[in-house]
């Protein structure tokens, strides 16, 4: 992974958590020119609540592998209405982060805001509370 070009740094816990899952999931590299890693706690639902799901994507550069984006989704709306959204997204690539609250922002001024989320991430993966699929 190229872990050194972004403007906000993700930790090395996250890339190594990555890494372990790649491999775990047994991904063929080689065919591969992105992969996208999808965390879902199955039961995660608008009434019962539940680990919000997350949706992260790697793009093959010409030497490393690196983070494109993390998406963190949530329910919102009532009822029948109610629908699976984007809640927050760092997008790596392009340099800026958005909240379905607050909008976008320039991704260094998220800087705190990601180590929090960041931090709430691996813990909950350290749980055990999702289920990982991924796609190439």
């Not at 992974?1 to 775990?24: C, H, N, V």
């Not at 609540?49 to 989704?73: A, M, N, Q």
Request: aromatic share 18%.
């Amino acid at each position: 992974f190229k872990t050194t070009k972004y403007a906000l740094q993700p930790s090395d816990k996250l890339f190594g958590m990555l890494e372990r899952t790649i491999i775990e999931q047994s991904v063929d590299l080689e065919d591969c020119e992105f992969i996208t890693l999808c965390f879902r706690d199955e039961s995660y639902s608008q009434d019962k609540g539940g680990f919000h799901p997350v949706e992260i994507r790697l793009i093959k550069g010409s030497k490393f592998w690196e983070l494109d984006y993390i998406t963190d989704f949530c329910f919102a709306g009532l009822g029948q209405d109610c629908e699976l959204v984007k809640e927050v997204d760092f997008d790596f690539t392009n340099s800026y982060g958005f909240h379905l609250y607050t909008g976008e922002y320039p991704l260094s001024h998220m800087a705190l805001f990601y180590q929090l989320w960041e931090g709430n991430f691996l813990s909950y993966v350290d749980m055990g509370v999702f289920k990982v699929t991924t796609y190439c």
